[in-house]
């Protein structure tokens, strides 16, 4: 893995999905595949999905938003249940 994007969690959003400050632009050259794993925190997922991705309850997945990139457990509140708060370092590698 060559490429990096580095960032952080700019926001939660009110279900506690994490709320990236790494915006649409940045991730166009990016590969949506498994060759792409993003970190936040020390917490790691494959890929970037879709917003309406159809991964099962608990995956952590990182995902579009409407103009950033946001991560999330399927079902669960990533932000409770990992303790990830505003300021934590996000970084894209493929």
């Known amino acids: ?3 990096k ?3 952080a969690v ?3 959003s ?3 999905d994490l709320i990236t400050d790494i915006g649409e632009e940045a991730l166009k050259d990016v590969p949506r595949d498994q060759s792409v794993t993003v970190t936040c925190d020390g917490y790691d ?3 970037i999905y879709p ?3 159809e991964q099962p309850i608990g995956t952590m997945v ?3 938003g409407p103009q950033e990139l946001r991560m999330a457990i399927v079902g669960v509140s990533i932000s409770e249940m990992l303790g990830i708060k505003v300021g934590a370092p996000v970084m894209i590698q493929w």
């Open 1 to 3: 893995m060559s490429n």
């Open 5 to 7: 994007i580095e960032g």
């Open 10 to 12: 700019a926001a939660l």
């Open 14 to 16: 009110p279900d506690g």
């Open 45 to 47: 997922t494959q890929g």
């Open 51 to 53: 917003v309406d991705h």
């Open 62 to 64: 990182a995902f579009m």
